[in-house]
């Protein structure tokens, strides 16, 4: 992203930042070893509670885990309700997969938490909980020895920035950042929203980044890069496993096409909010 953002474009060709988000071991075991064959550098986000805590399997994982591997209903509680969850019932885990991810994604850290525990609990009475499948410090310093990695921040629990108060911002951004500092001795330039979408960021969360010591931060938001790219919101596209080769080249080589598409939305949503006068959710 460095090399990117700090040299302005020559040329018509199309440039491409790769960036991972979150820390996972299979990002070095299995996508490093392809991009070094084509000498393609990364910026690596990494939610460093994850890294050091083998234990904290996310939350996203979590439901993962019920999904495949629970048999027997689970109970947990969430907005203060009790609910039995049956993962054999195709409602349940459309409950699951769907509105409970919703709900994680858009609470505070306390309610999120509370979740997670009772989320535990619950999958550990019929399943024995693994450790997470993150990088652990060893295995990050080992691939830095590359000089290929830039790491980024991407704080501490990888909460909704934009539900936390200020207190909770600035102490997820910064444990994330001094810890990635220590592990690669060099300081980060670059942040990460988690999750990353509207929604997910603010412009008290951009500020505290910035506070932080950081150049800039990318969003999920599809977009391309430009000279008049805010530099804590810079636009990304998401690459999913799902997504076909094909989708994949016509997303990249069709960027400035999209970003073109996506900009004559956002005016037309936003002249149609001036003219109604509603609010809209950014
Ligand atoms: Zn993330």
């Not at 920035?161 to 001094?178: F, P, T």
Request: charged share 20%.
């Amino acid at each position: 992203m460095s090399e990117l953002l700090q040299r302005p474009r020559t040329g018509t060709r199309i440039r491409v930042a790769v960036t991972f988000d979150d820390g996972y071991f299979d990002n070095i075991d299995v996508a490093m070893p392809i991009l070094r064959q084509y000498g393609i550098p990364i910026t690596w986000f990494v939610a460093t509670d994850f890294i050091d805590n083998a234990d904290l399997v996310p939350w996203w994982d979590l439901i993962d885990l019920t999904l495949a591997e629970c048999y027997e209903p689970v109970e947990f509680t969430v907005d203060g309700i009790k609910g039995i969850y049956d993962p054999t019932v195709v409602a349940d885990r459309q409950w699951l997969n769907t509105r409970l991810r919703m709900i994680l994604k858009s609470t505070g850290l306390l309610q999120r938490d509370a979740i997670i525990e009772d989320m535990r609990y619950a999958i550990s009475r019929q399943y024995t909980l693994p450790t997470n499948s993150y990088a652990r410090e060893e295995e990050i310093k080992s691939v830095l020895q590359g000089g290929d990695i830039e790491l980024g921040g991407h704080t501490g629990s990888h909460p909704n920035v934009a539900l936390c108060s200020s207190d909770e911002l600035k102490a997820e951004i910064n444990r994330g950042k001094i810890r990635l500092e220590k592990i690669s001795g060099q300081s980060l330039n670059w942040f990460a929203y988690p999750f990353g979408g509207r929604g997910a960021f603010s412009p008290s969360a951009a500020k505290a980044v910035q506070e932080a010591g950081f150049n800039g931060a990318c969003s999920l938001v599809s977009g391309t890069v430009s000279m008049k790219t805010e530099k804590y919101m810079i636009p990304r596209y998401a690459i999913s496993p799902n997504m076909t080769m094909e989708t994949f080249k016509a997303r990249v080589l069709g960027a400035p096409l999209y970003a073109g598409l996506e900009s004559l939305r956002s005016s037309i949503s936003m002249s149609s909010v001036r003219k109604y006068g509603k609010g809209f959710v950014g």
